[in-house]
């Protein structure tokens, strides 16, 4: 099967290249996130779980725009919602009802939502958090694990950490998952915050989440989870609900409004109260209407249909395929790990590279029309004859897979550029000296 013709992405790109710096808007859309050369670069349109290039080839999208696409693209219960809005004004002088109704919505769902607070993207709610425990608290420092977008206080833990004074970069650093020892080693009595995704892609082991409470509570550290990936995906509650374990802050944005750009913070009274004065956090789109009604449209389907329920099933039966695909071809180089509703291949080989095996597994998943760059997210649009193609894409591109390496032929079979490392680390980076 050939590879799609990407002349008018290619043209295109090379334009845009000149005026916009990194290519992109989102690093994870980026060309060093596909293969270039080889991967289509721009999207024109979507519909469920399928999009079409600006070259005009259809694909099956398992990346769901990064996260947002929860119940899939135009779709129609959310898009209604957004036009009804529409009708009426986006953004107004005065607050909208809106506001209250998504807010009353989200605290009767979410554990521990007392309070709620609406923004734009990820890193607005997260910082909001952590400013707010620093208030709460008094203290100044922060320990993370995780990925908590491009903002001073957490970029700076990583090797992007230009621009921002040393001072700031004293104040956060690291964890590492399912290790309480790393956290028990770094929290004292100056930590403001513990900051985590309660889950990537590896389930918590030992009781790690109940834990990390146990741990904030006797330091009078507030506890804060990022549920950008898995709110509204694990459980309409997220990971407090699915784990069984409460935070005293939570952050929402992806799948809650299926697109559109909103962010949540929620959290216990208490704190969420120094927003009342004590603590500064108002943006001019904070209240914009067209995502607080795909948000309130996007949480009804979700509960009229269990979509987390959905999610799990379909995602379960991909999962286990690719298992017994792999198992069947003896690759015991290759796996398939996270929890079934976003799951992701790991590579792990003597002589190829992660990089160069999943450039190679990405570029023939695009001759099957499969829009693939390491991950499975699943929407409630993956319907069975979605899972399936993927699946039987997965089942004849393997066995070729294991032979290129058998025959140490990967290198040449690969036609366009290696795809990039993924910018997120999860681990041993920027603990705290001992
Ligand atoms: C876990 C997590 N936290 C925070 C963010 C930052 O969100 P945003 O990019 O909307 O600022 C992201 C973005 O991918 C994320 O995955």
Known sequence: MNLPNIIKSQQLYSLAEQIIPAGTQTLAKGVGQHSRNVSPIYIEKGKGSHVWDIDGSEYLDMSMAVGPVSLGYCYDA?????????????????????????????????????????????????SAAIRLARAYTGRDDVLCCGYHGWHDWYISVTDRN??????????????DYNNIQSLLQSIN???????????????????????????????????????????????????????????????????????????????????????????????????????????????KEMELHNVPEYLQKQGNTLYNEVHSIIKKNSIDWLDCVGNPVRTMLTYN??????????????????????????????????????????????????????NAVCNKSVGSLIKGELMKPVFRKTTHFNTKPV
Request: contains cysteine.
């Open 349 to 402: 080989h003597p002589e190829f590279s992660a990089l160069e095996l999943k450039t190679l597994i990405h570029q023939e998943l695009l001759r099957y029309g499969i829009l693939w760059n390491g991950f499975h997210t699943m929407s409630f649009s993956h319907n069975d004859s979605d899972i399936e193609r993927v699946i039987q894409a997965y089942s004849e591109i393997l066995p070729s897979v294991q």
């Open 162 to 175: 230009a621009g921002i004074p040393q001072d700031t970069q004293n104040h956060t650093y690291t964890f």
């Open 189 to 299: 009595d100056k930590t403001a915050a513990v900051i985590l995704e309660p889950m990537t892609f590896t389930m918590p082991q030992s009781n790690f989440l109940q834990e990390v409470r146990e741990v904030c509570n006797k330091h009078g550290a507030v506890l804060i989870f990022d549920e950008m990936w898995t709110g509204w995906r694990l459980a309409l509650g997220g990971a407090q609900e699915y784990f069984g374990v409460n935070a005293d802050m939570v952050c929402f944005s992806k799948a809650i409004a299926n697109g559109m750009p909103l962010s949540v913070l929620c959290g216990i009274k208490p704190i969420m109260k120094l927003l009342e004065k004590d603590v500064f956090f108002f943006t001019t789109f904070g209240g914009e209407t067209l995502s607080l009604a795909a948000a309130k449209a996007t949480i």
């Open 78 to 126: 959310v898009d209604n919602a957004i036009k009804e809005q529409l009708e009426k004004g986006i953004t107004f002088s005065l607050m909208h009802p809106l506001e209250y109704e998504v807010a009353e919505l989200i605290s009767a769902i979410v554990p521990n939502a007392e309070m709620v607070r609406f923004s734009k993207t990820g890193a607005d709610v997260t």
